[in-house]
C-alpha cells in the first residue's frame, strides 16, 4: 500500500514568510502596524510616537524594520516622515498564514468513509413532512439555526435550488426520511451564480451514524458536476460536529462572525466555512 507524502513547503516561501513573521514577534510592532493599518491617509511618526507612548527613536526603529518587510511605505513631507500600510501586505499575510498552516493545499472532496447501509437520492414531493420534522429537531437543539420556526414547504420550494436536494434514507428502514441537504443561491445576481449556501439535518434519532457524511458527500458531488465554485455555511461555534463535517468535504474555516445574531435574547458567534471546487468549467453567456 502506497502513501501519498504531504506537500512540502518550499524553501524559498518558507523564508519569506519566516522573515513577516520574525518581524511581528514584538508587541510594540504589532501595536504600531495597527495603528497605522487603521488610519486613513497614514500617520506621522511624529504622531506615532505620541499614540504609543514611545520615544521618537525607538518608533523610528519600529517603523523600519516593518517597511524593510514591506508591511509599510514611507514618505517624506518636508521634515516629517508619513507612514502608510502597503495594502498588498493586508492580502499577503493572511495568505501567508494560510499557506503556513496547509489551507491552500488541495482539500479533501468528500468523506471516503460513508456508511453502506445509508442510501441517498433526491427529495421527492412526499418527503416534505419529513424534512419539515427533521428541521423542526434540528432547531430544538439551539445550535442549529437561528430559525425558531420551521419554514413553510412553499418557503423553502421557492428557496432551494432544483436539482440540489437530497434526503437520506437506511437500508434497514426503506421510505423513513433520516436526513436531509439543500443548496440555496446566494444572490440573484448572475456573478454569483455559481455560489450556494448549504443546510444540512439529521433526524434526532438517528445522529452519530454516518448520515450526514452520506448527505454532504452527495451534496459536494451533485454541486461539482453543476459546476457551483463555491459552497458556503455559516454553523454555531457550539456545533462542533457540524464544524467537522464540512471540514471532512472540503469545506475551510474562513472567520467567526461574532455576536452575528441572536437566539432566545442571547448573542451567538458563527463559524463561516466555504469550499470551492477545483474543476469549474462554467463560462459567461
Known sequence: MTTTAPPVLPEQEAATYAEWFASLAEPTRVRLLHTVATTPGGITVGRLTELLGISQSTCSHHVRKLADVGFLLLHKEGTSTRVTVNQACCVGLPHAADAVMGLLAPRPCCPADVPGDVTVRALAPADWPAVRRIYTEGIATGIATFETTVPSRASLDATWLTGHRWVAELRDEPGEVVGWTALSPVSGRECYAGVAESSIYVAAGHRGRGIGKALIRQQVIAADQADLWTLQTAVFTEN??????????????????????????????????????????????
Request: glycine residues 4%; proline residues 2%; aromatic residues 6%.
Open 240 to 285: 462542533r460536529t457540524s464544524i467537522a463535517l464540512h471540514h471532512t468535504a472540503g469545506y475551510r474555516t474562513v472567520g467567526v462572525r461574532e455576536r452575528i445574531a441572536q437566539l432566545d435574547n442571547t448573542w451567538h458567534d458563527t463559524v463561516f466555512l466555504e469550499r470551492r471546487t477545483d474543476s469549474v468549467t462554467r463560462t459567461a453567456p
